[in-house]
């Protein structure tokens, strides 16, 4: 597609309940990037891909925390037995690999636990 | 990768021309300087970036000092929809852990 695609764009969730958030990145863009921001809070990096690859996932807040991608596109977040404490905007980004690549944004999951 | 040093807010009449600094002092020589914005928590949108020579698209313009160690982003005609949060990143693309700090929140002042 045109840009980064995420869904659902809003989802409101009873704690205890597992979500799923989808992130649909820029066609040809190896690497992605998830991050959470919390109301009136900056962007807390999560997790990022290098193909479906996650090198690094001490970013992830807890072990409900889960992230893969498959095929080099797709990803999806994960969280478990979700807390109010989840309550956020899930964003997720991507970009080609090289020094000088830029980095788009999806519009985010708004994500509400009650 | 190099961290970045903003002032957490900044007022600009409408109209003017807004300057927003970074501090990039430990910025090796490869690393790029990259701004965004962000408002009410929509994703943040890319604005323009560049490595050692100023840039200019038709958002705004780069200014970048000759040592590298600073940046300013100028958007030359503010308006009331330029409101927003502006991060200048610089990403060290190798290990891929993009961290953005807390920007500058800029106000448009009618």
């Known amino acids: 597609g045109a840009g980064v695609s995420q869904s659902p764009s809003n989802k409101v969730t009873e704690k205890g309940k597992d979500v799923e958030l989808r992130c649909d990145p820029i066609?040809?863009?190896?690497?992605l990037y998830w991050y959470r921001q919390s109301l009136g809070q900056g962007l807390e990096f999560l997790i990022y891909?290098?193909?479906?690859?996650?090198?690094?996932k001490s970013g992830l807040p807890s072990d409900r925390f889960s992230a893969e991608r498959t095929g080099g596109s797709v990803s999806t977040l994960t969280i478990q037995r979700t807390q109010q404490e989840d309550s956020a905007v899930y964003l997720c980004?991507?970009?080609?690999?090289?020094?000088?690549?830029?980095?788009?944004f999806g519009e985010g999951s708004w994500l509400t636990v009650v | 990768d190099a961290k970045t040093t903003q002032p957490p807010s900044m007022d600009c009449a409408e109209g003017r021309a807004a300057n927003l600094p970074c501090n990039h002092s430990?910025?090796?020589?490869?690393?790029?300087v990259y701004w965004y914005r962000q408002i009410h928590s929509q994703g943040p949108q890319y604005i323009i970036h560049?490595?050692?020579n100023n840039e200019t698209n038709e958002m705004a313009s780069l200014i970048i000092t000759e040592d590298r160690k600073s940046s300013t982003l100028i958007l030359p005609h503010a308006t009331l929809r330029d409101t927003a949060v502006y991060y200048c990143?610089?990403?060290?693309?190798?290990?891929?852990?993009?961290?953005f700090g807390k920007g500058t929140r800029l106000h448009i002042l009618p």
């Open positions: 066609s040809g863009h190896t690497a």
């Open positions: 891909f290098q193909g479906n690859s996650a090198p690094d």
């Open positions: 990143i610089v990403p060290f693309f190798r290990d891929d852990k993009i961290i």
């Open positions: 430990t910025i090796s020589g490869n690393e790029y």
């Open positions: 980004a991507s970009r080609l690999t090289g020094g000088g690549n830029t980095i788009y």
């Open positions: 560049g490595l050692k």
